[in-house]
């Protein structure tokens, strides 16, 4: 089983309770799929954990608010940008080459990871509906796509002939996933569902956000690991 956590946006108490649960549903695979920094207040830690992941095999990739500690990563809201202006003084150099050097997508076999579209992966664009879904289904060129950046959870499948289904998930249920379509999964925020205060005042960040994270979803694949 492969436990897919995205947008943890400094959320460590989130990011504990998720791989807690990953660990007790058997998950012997982890991926990290960007944002692990941004509006919660634990971004040293968070990014620690990781990489100490990472470097026992576990993948991920790079999100845009990653990318905006190194490099500018688009057009983000005040509160966005004031997060990450107080994020590069509380992250090591360290913290900081780690996230540089995430590449921006990996394809792994039929699976794809990626933290927003696929077909444009560093411009940061949004699957918000079946017509964005089908073209990051076909830049993926991969069975079964994963990605974060839109923060509540939507599965979209495209058949044989051309047909796109959407599909929101019930937390806690197992969606069958044939081969015989290809699906791209948005997999839901770790650390925020949404924005609801990001500082109490200039410099200073709220942990209003702390503990909401996802009810996970699992979603069956017909993978052969062997």
Known sequence: MI???????????ALHACLA?????????????????????DPQAVVDLVADYVARGAIAVQGNHDAALVKS?????D?????IDWTRGALSAAGR???????LSV?????????????RPERWEYVEDKSSAY????????????????????????????KMTSFRPVPGSVVPAGSHRHWLAIVGAVGQQKIERAFDEPGQQTRCQRHRHLDP??????????
């Open 135 to 162: 073209e990051s289904i076909q830049a993926a060129g991969a069975r079964y796509t994963f990605s974060g950046h839109v923060h509540d959870q939507m599965l979209y499948s495209l058949s044989a002939v051309g």
């Open 3 to 13: 436990a897919l956590l995205s947008d943890i946006h400094a959320n460590l108490e």
């Open 107 to 119: 394809r792994d076999d039929s699976l794809c990871f990626v933290h927003a579209s696929a077909i």
């Open 97 to 103: 080459a780690f996230l540089g050097s995430l590449p």
């Open 73 to 77: 990563a688009g057009r983000m809201n």
């Open 217 to 226: 979803t699992a979603i069956r694949c017909p993978i052969d690991d062997t």
């Open 79 to 83: 509160a966005a940008q004031e997060s």
């Open 21 to 41: 649960h990953a660990r007790a549903q058997g998950a012997t695979r982890h991926v990290f799929l960007g944002d692990f920094v941004g509006y919660g207040a």
